[in-house]
């Protein structure tokens, strides 16, 4: 694809928690693998301390623990605008990019036939303590996707053998009066949040946004199903639900990995064969072109020695008998290197 369509873009994207001023990042080869490797841009971007709190529901749906987030390692799997545009990074003030292909991941029963984009114009109620604009923009908030008469399912192709932390954002953008929307939250085949009041949570107030996180764990092929369900306090004649917007990260694993099961320490400390010949051939590139610099600059300075003291030849007489040579005068170059 990438050689018919132009290079093929990756991106990844980590959150993490950096208590001290330095902050390094180390490219170390993989064993087996090719290693060669490159790197076309970094970018570090400050973010408020409290972006990714420590609790968050569990998916059993007994509501909130402490999972530590804010010391975990993130990795961004999904960013979508659900039901609206794509938001690149000139309008978030943390400079993310939401993408706004939530349609691709629909079940088919969910697809656009039974549910419908709603984009609002008015200005969002935002409000102390509630989502900031840091947590997601105006342009996310402002638009979703709604369940008229039936159930939304989103699936996810995931790595399995990690735990997710997933980010639902709600801002009742579609009610007329208070307390019109109430639904469940479903992830995989478990009821996470039952019976949720969106105007309660947000604070009594229409167009508030909000957000929830849960932790969850995806199926055995890694398959994460996110879903809104109509309930016992569902309004017949109102909408089923809704969804603005969604973020899906990946979470370290027990020895501290987003990607495999040796840690940061195993890979530093235990240094390929592949990256070692890598280091070997750099080291003597290095050397030659150091000693090709040398022989340059010396000649150079030879050159330069012998023109300021030209050598100087005597004609030879006619006899033989007193014939003699005048040897070149000697010269004497100083180098010094810095």
Request: aromatic share 10%; charged share 20%; proline share 5%.
């Amino acid at each position: 694809g990438a050689a018919a369509t132009g290079p093929a873009v990756l991106v990844k994207e980590y959150i993490l928690r950096v208590d001290s001023n330095c902050l390094v990042i180390t490219f170390a080869p993989v064993e087996g693998e090719s290693s060669f490797a490159f790197v076309n841009a970094i970018e570090v971007v400050s973010a408020p301390a409290d972006l990714i709190s420590d609790l968050a529901r569990a998916e059993s749906g007994n509501g909130y623990r402490n999972w530590t987030l804010s010391r975990q390692a993130l990795e961004t799997v999904h960013r979508i605008n659900v039901g609206g545009p794509k938001v690149t990074p000139f309008n978030d003030t943390l400079w993310r990019t939401w993408t706004a292909n939530d349609e691709s991941f629909l079940e088919p029963e969910s697809s656009s036939s039974v549910s419908r984009t709603v984009a609002f114009s008015g200005r969002l109620n935002r409000r102390k303590g509630g989502a900031s604009r840091e947590v997601a923009p105006d342009n996310v908030y402002s638009t979703c996707r709604m369940a008229d008469s039936s159930n939304l399912r989103w699936v996810f192709n995931v790595n399995p053998g990690y735990k997710y932390l997933v980010r639902m954002h709600f801002c009742d953008i579609v009610s007329w009066a208070l307390n019109e929307l109430y639904f469940n939250i479903i992830i995989n085949s478990d009821i996470v949040y039952k019976d949720f009041d969106l105007s309660e949570s947000a604070g009594q107030l229409l167009a508030s946004p909000y957000y929830i996180d849960f932790v969850v764990s995806p199926d055995s092929v890694g398959l994460l199903t996110l879903g809104i369900d109509s309930c016992k306090l569902t309004i017949p004649s109102k909408a089923v639900g809704l969804l603005n917007g969604l973020e899906v990260f990946k979470i370290n694993n027990s020895v501290g990995s987003l990607d495999g099961e040796l840690s940061v320490d195993a890979v530093l400390q235990s240094p390929t064969k592949g990256g070692f010949l890598v280091f070997l051939r750099s080291l003597m590139c290095g050397f030659a072109f150091v000693s090709l610099v040398l022989v340059a600059f010396k000649l150079v300075m030879r050159l330069k020695a012998e023109t300021r003291n030209p050598v100087a030849w005597l004609p030879l007489p006619l006899d033989s008998a007193e014939a003699s040579t005048v040897l070149p005068y000697k010269t004497s170059v100083g180098y010094r290197f810095i």
